[in-house]
């Protein structure tokens, strides 16, 4: 069993930045899951924001956030990171942390169905 507990969402003007934290708590290493953030809004499907794979090496992002956010984890302290920048009322979501386990270094999480653990979700809103 995992639990992620994700932290540091909150209302911000656009072109602002937050970050995310998401910290994890396992009987396996942190190591040994590939983590991601996805968001969603009412009326809409969850969709996926950003990915990073168990070393943190191999990081994969939505286009629509691609050069403004940046995945990371420190795997020393069992969180995985999402910086936001450049902040747009489109941005605006409760923000998912999600655990996938996985014997492959490279695997990344792009889709509900490949992970495996939930966070409880963390709102952000981005005002214009």
């Not at 656009?14 to 942190?30: N, Q």
């Not at 809409?44 to 168990?54: D, G, H, L, M, Q």
Request: proline share 2%.
């Amino acid at each position: 069993q995992v639990q992620l507990i994700e932290s540091g969402g909150g209302l911000v003007q656009a072109g602002g930045s937050l970050r995310l934290s998401c910290a994890a708590s396992s009987g396996r290493p942190f190591s040994s899951f590939a983590m991601g953030w996805f968001r969603q809004v009412p009326g809409k499907e969850r969709e996926f924001v950003a990915t990073i794979s168990r070393s943190g090496r191999s990081t994969d992002y939505a286009d629509s956030v691609k050069g403004r956010f940046t995945i990371s984890r420190d795997n020393a302290v069992n969180t995985v990171y999402l910086q936001m920048n450049s902040l747009k009322p489109e941005d605006t979501a409760v923000y998912f942390c999600a655990a996938g386990f996985t014997r492959h270094t490279d695997v990344l999480l792009t889709a509900d169905d490949e992970c495996d653990y939930w966070g409880q979700g963390a709102q952000v809103t981005v005002s214009s």
